[in-house]
């Protein structure tokens, strides 16, 4: 019984969702591969397998060189596009033992598309079988903070990320380890909840390598799917916290300070800031719930994160190497209160192949200021402007394999006193998807 229940548990770890990877660090779904045959490799403790998805697209911007979180910046004489946003090889291998319990599990995957090619996870997990709670992660792996940040590319509805996501988890990956608390036991009082926590690099995959010896430390504690039984209705939550931050090369940061009734982004020069922690502190909450409809369901997801994000003058972007000033001087850091959120409203159309899609985020990078406040004579940048979001879209599934998505992009930036953000900017974006997926 023991031995079946085992082998049970293992094909559950390939099977995480009835879709595929819905998460960044799920194991690879098989559920699929052992009905149709695709790909899979199973030996009496071992299972391989391959998959990977592809994201061909054309995009229409409102106007030429529009810079944007919505597929990377446009050209500076270019307002449409034919790209490969994506395309993913990923390969996944399961070890047992002899009682067909989980020993080690290792995945890679790159990502190719016209712009080269590119490691996007590499790593392995081992399970301890004593107690069967506990796993440790190490390698190239998301990072355990919020929801969206670690909701695969493949199955999330929206094209893109958040601008906040990717503001603050750049590449989603970085290089660390991680221990889970996840118990694997049918029937367990402890069934409902995940906890993860992880010290990581800190830059991620935006630089080549960890830049200062500061790492930084994330955990998640999450709800795991509950079905309400009367109504069907699916509820999941977490909350995440991250402590980070990047040391100080230079006597100089930036700081908001409040003076003469107003805030003014002022540096100190002290000899104490080089070698001082900038602070990349940050708390956030999510929500999912499914509503389950006559055909399909509708969905609605929401997540807040706010703290305190250390960046540069000209962006709040996380650096993926230590800043440079002209002349090869270290750039002083900026160190700014943000917050920023997302919200989901998914709708199957009669049909469990017609999917609408509504999505409003935002992203204020210093929510200490606001409109004409944001203003070069008090020290701010366009790094300091506040992003507002809405976006409408449809999704068609054509077959097991192929989606294609319709989806318009409203990008709203707010009115201030720097130049060239005095109004509105013309950068509103509509994408045309096909995903091919096996």
């Not at 988890?169 to 991680?178: C, F, L, P, Q, Y």
């Not at 916290?241 to 090369?249: A, E, L, N, T, W």
Request: proline fraction near 4%; charge should be positive.
């Amino acid at each position: 019984m023991r031995s079946g229940r085992y082998l049970l548990y293992s094909l559950l770890l390939f099977s995480s969702s009835a879709h595929g990877q819905r998460f960044l660090t799920d194991m690879m779904d098989t559920s699929t591969a052992l009905g149709k045959g695709i790909y899979p490799i199973y030996q009496q403790h071992d299972r391989l397998r391959f998959g990977g998805y592809m994201q061909p697209q054309f995009q229409y911007a409102q106007d030429k060189g529009v810079k944007n979180y919505s597929g990377g910046d446009f050209a500076p004489n270019s307002n449409n596009r034919f790209m490969l946003r994506r395309g993913r090889i990923r390969v996944d291998y399961l070890h047992n033992n002899e009682k067909n319990q989980p020993l080690a599990y290792f995945a890679f995957q790159f990502d190719g598309t016209e712009r080269g090619v590119a490691i996007r996870d590499f790593w392995g997990r081992f399970f301890e079988n004593k107690v069967e709670m506990f796993a440790v992660t190490a390698g190239m792996f998301a990072r355990p903070m919020g929801f969206e940040a670690n909701f695969s590319s493949s199955d999330r509805e929206a094209p893109e990320r958040g601008r906040m996501s990717q503001i603050l988890m750049k590449t989603e990956r970085d290089i660390g380890a991680m221990l889970t608390f996840e118990t694997r036991r049918k029937g367990h009082v402890l069934r409902w909840m995940k906890y993860d926590i992880g010290v990581f690099n800190g830059q991620g995959l935006a630089g080549p390598a960890d830049y200062d010896s500061h790492k930084d430390i994330i955990s998640r504690f999450s709800v795991k799917p509950r079905t309400l039984k009367r109504s069907g209705i699916i509820i999941s939550a977490s909350v995440s916290g991250f402590y980070g931050g990047i040391v100080s090369q230079s006597p100089l940061i930036y700081r908001n300070s409040k003076g003469g009734g107003r805030y003014s982004m002022l540096s100190d020069s002290l000899a104490s800031n080089t070698g001082y922690v900038a602070p990349r502190h940050y708390i956030g909450g999510d929500m999912q719930i499914k509503i389950p409809n006559k055909k399909g369901f509708s969905e609605l997801r929401a997540e807040y994160i706010r703290g305190l994000q250390t960046g540069t003058a000209a962006t709040s972007e996380t650096p993926g190497s230590y800043p440079v000033a002209a002349g090869s001087a270290v750039a002083p850091l900026y160190v700014r209160q943000f917050d920023g959120a997302y919200f989901y409203y998914i709708q199957h159309l009669g049909s469990t192949k017609h999917l609408s899609i509504l999505k409003f985020d935002w992203y204020d990078p210093n929510r200490l200021v606001k409109g004409t406040e944001v203003n070069p004579t008090y020290g701010y940048t366009a790094a300091d402007v506040r992003y507002n979001t809405l976006g409408i879209g449809y999704m068609r599934l054509l077959n097991a394999h192929t989606k294609l998505t319709l989806f318009y992009d409203h990008i709203m930036n707010e009115s201030t006193a720097i130049s060239g953000y005095t109004k509105d900017l013309k950068d509103n974006i509509f994408t045309c998807r096909v995903q091919f997926r096996f």
